[in-house]
């Protein structure tokens, strides 16, 4: 609540802190705090299936389906040692390795492709930089056979770098796009005082550019990740067995063990927390990415 | 700044004689992500083309034969085709306008100053993280089933309960997954334009004597409506390619009422093995795409303009 935040330091002028209090008092009204409880109740429904979903992985099994549902119970590990057991490790290794694969893959190519389209604003940049989009908006379904042929004659079927490159061409845009909204804002001061000190290209990319974007670059390897881990279409489509990523393990509980809710509630929560996380590291830059870099 | 500036083309930053190769020096780093942007979509989609006008099963082999366009004869004149574009348009309206609406609702809430609002906006973005195979797992098990679902349990004291969700009522089961987990995206982008809102305008409204809701419906909602404009058409673009919840949930049942266009394409390829009609569909689909984001392309644009 706004009369929490701290009064202005002394040292402010007073008319500042005239208006400063102007502000606070204006914020209190009594319509806030039915605000503030219908936005809580909100984001308390939204987020109750995640909730659920954790809580459940937590549980025996005949304390998972009942009615009505269970809210107390002694927590247990036991799912959680199943599905270990079950061999879940190799699916979460090729998750991580495509993922981590295609999203060093996208910066090596993103990074150079937006300094090109703008700071060194090559000819028709506008042109490339709405190609690169229009390749996130083609459906994956219209390119898949083709994509499976190419595989299948190459020995490339069932092969986390195959789907690596796949993952590499799904971010590629929005790393191009989002980079490039980030080398817009830094500052021209710096990027002309540079030039006139006389450094190269390469310094000036390597010692002032890169060390000045790297939040932005880590802010875009994170969207890249979230997008890389959660694919399920090329993963279900391209792999089999040696390849399969964590979301094609999650399929073997549509049939088979669709009943043991506690369980798949236990591989559910382990397959989705490693992007939960990083999206709410990454929460700031969420709708950059998400919008392609069109809104900030 | 909400919206991302134009380099300003004030001064040419290129001289008159430039040279070839220093031309393709300055091209140089953008070369290998146009490359394997290319090598990677634009190719397989090539190969789709050719594919869509030759006849050819994997099931049966043998060289594939030229049909000219029959392939896209064959799919139109097939009904479980022709069921799927229905179904995708009907998914995906009512996903994108329902995500739209809440996202909205959330946005205004979210806009406001209250206590914990970082927390909430927190929970509130968390079903777009969650893995979208796992999240449609949940809803089918833990919420939808019928005798011990999370929904008919706290529907219960309404009067409603004992819904079969998925075998009953599969569309609205597959929209309702859809909608929570796009409402954060929603959410995020209106926000952002509400965010970027000038308060002078705001606080002249309301000296002026406006109404908070006069307020909403004659400046916000115009300021909002680009930002509105780019949710709605990227999400198309993105709930269009719902694959994940469908192939979870009802894999395109019961019987074809939730089989959409990718799912549709999926199972000619994988099941039926039929390349040929598979490829035409693909086409159908990317010719629709195309339609949707040429509107998409031109509002970012405008965004992009507004400078």
């Not at chain 1, 984001?43 to 299936?49: H, L, N, Q, R």
């Not at chain 1, 083609?138 to 190459?154: C, D, F, G």
């Not at chain 2, 006069?214 to 390619?241: D, K, M, N, W, Y």
């Amino acid at each position: 609540m706004s009369t929490l935040t701290a009064s202005p330091p002394a040292a402010t002028p007073p008319a500042a802190r005239r208006q400063a209090r102007r502000r606070r008092i204006r914020h209190v009204r009594p319509g806030d705090v039915g605000i503030g409880v219908l936005a809580w109740v909100v984001g308390i429904v939204f987020f109750f299936p995640v909730l659920w979903m954790f809580l459940t992985g937590f549980k025996q099994e005949a304390q998972a389906s009942t009615d009505p549902p269970t809210f107390v119970f002694t927590p247990t590990f036991e799912q959680y040692a199943a599905i270990l057991e079950r061999n879940f490790a190799p699916y979460f290794i090729n998750s991580l390795t495509a993922s981590v694969m295609s999203t060093i893959f996208v910066i090596a190519l993103a990074t150079p492709a937006a300094y090109a389209l703008s700071l060194a604003r090559i000819p028709r940049w506008r042109d490339s930089l709405f190609f690169f989009i229009s390749t996130r908006m083609m459906p994956a379904v219209a390119i898949i056979l083709p994509l499976y042929l190419i595989a299948k004659n190459v020995g490339m079927l069932d092969n986390v770098t195959f789907l690596a490159l796949m993952y590499t061409a799904m971010n590629l845009p929005i790393a191009v796009w989002m980079i490039r909204s980030f080398l817009l804002e830094l500052p021209k001061e710096v990027l002309e005082a540079s030039r006139m000190d006389g450094a190269g290209l390469f310094t000036e990319i390597r010692s002032i550019i890169l060390p000045m974007i790297a939040p932005g670059l880590a802010a875009t390897s994170l969207i890249c990740f979230i997008f890389a881990w959660n694919e399920f279409f090329f993963a279900v489509s391209l792999t089999a067995t040696q390849a399969a990523t964590v979301p094609v393990f999650l399929v073997g509980f549509i049939t088979s063990e669709g009943l043991f809710w506690a369980r798949l509630s236990a591989a559910s929560t382990m397959a989705a927390l490693p992007v939960i996380l990083a999206g709410w590291a990454a929460q700031k830059w969420l709708v950059r990415g998400l919008s392609l870099g069109a809104v900030k | 700044m909400v919206v991302e500036a134009l380099p300003a083309p004030r001064r040419r930053p290129a001289p008159k004689q430039v040279t070839r190769g220093e031309r393709w020096k300055r091209r140089g780093p953008l070369l290998p992500a146009l490359v394997v942007a290319i090598v990677l979509t634009q190719l397989p989609f090539l190969l789709t083309l050719y594919y869509s006008v030759h006849s050819q099963n994997l099931l049966r082999p043998g060289a594939a034969r030229f049909v000219g366009l029959a392939n896209f004869g064959k799919v139109f004149g097939d009904e479980l085709f022709r069921n799927a574009v229905l179904n995708t348009v009907v998914l995906t309206a009512s996903a994108v306008m329902l995500s739209m609406l809440l996202g909205l609702a959330c946005a205004v809430l979210l806009d406001r100053k209250f206590l914990g609002r970082s927390v909430v906006r927190t929970l509130l973005i968390t079903p777009f993280l969650v893995m979208p195979a796992a999240a449609a797992l949940l809803w089918k098990t833990s919420i939808y089933n019928p005798v011990f679902g999370l929904l008919n349990w706290a529907l219960a004291p309404f009067g409603f309960g004992g819904t079969d969700w998925v075998s009953e009522h599969p569309m609205i089961a597959i929209i309702l997954v859809l909608t929570w987990q796009w409402t954060p995206f929603m959410m995020l982008i209106v926000l952002a334009g509400l965010q970027s809102q000038s308060p002078e305008v705001l606080e002249a409204a309301k000296v002026d004597g406006a109404g908070a809701w006069a307020t909403f419906v004659r400046i916000t909602l115009p300021h909002l409506r680009q930002f509105i404009e780019l949710g709605i058409l990227l999400g198309s673009i993105f709930i269009v390619q719902t694959f994940d919840a469908i192939f979870m949930i009802t894999q395109g049942g019961p019987g074809q009422a939730t089989t959409n266009l990718p799912y549709f394409i999926y199972q000619q390829a994988f099941r039926a093995f039929d390349v040929g009609e598979a490829a035409a569909a693909g086409v159908i689909v990317v010719v629709a795409t195309i339609v949707i984001a040429t509107f998409a392309l031109r509002v970012i644009s405008n965004l992009f303009r507004e400078e």
